[in-house]
């Protein structure tokens, strides 16, 4: 097992910037377009939290009635299901309390 140089990690790290992150997935720092992108990509991964828990709502009734040939299936994905589940509410804590923040600024 060969071990990578420090200046080839370095180089990747470097790669990566923190604006370029945050104007790319929450629109700051654009134009309305792409704070608007950044609103449907936000609500595109709601979207995305239901369609995993209808998917793990299958596999359990699939589970419990025995036609699941594969009970690892439903626990990886209610795995999934409550991992991204606490993040989305994660998220939302955090919006809600940056909310709080900036209506307690003053004028």
Do not use: C, W
């Not at 991964?45 to 299958?58: F, G």
């Not at 009635?65 to 439903?74: I, K, W």
């Amino acid at each position: 097992m060969s071990i990578p140089a420090v200046s080839a990690i370095s180089a990747g790290i470097s790669s990566v910037t923190p604006t370029a992150y945050l104007s790319s997935a929450s629109g700051v720092g654009g134009t309305t377009g792409a704070s608007a992108t950044g609103f449907a990509s936000a609500l595109g991964s709601v979207d995305q939290l239901q369609q995993m828990q209808s998917t793990t709502n299958a596999l359990a009734v699939k589970a419990v009635t025995g036609s699941l040939t594969d009970v690892h299936d439903y626990t990886i994905a209610a795995a999934e299901s409550k991992l991204t589940l606490e993040l989305t509410a994660a998220v939302r804590n955090k919006a809600v309390d940056a909310f709080n923040e900036i209506m307690r600024m003053q004028a």
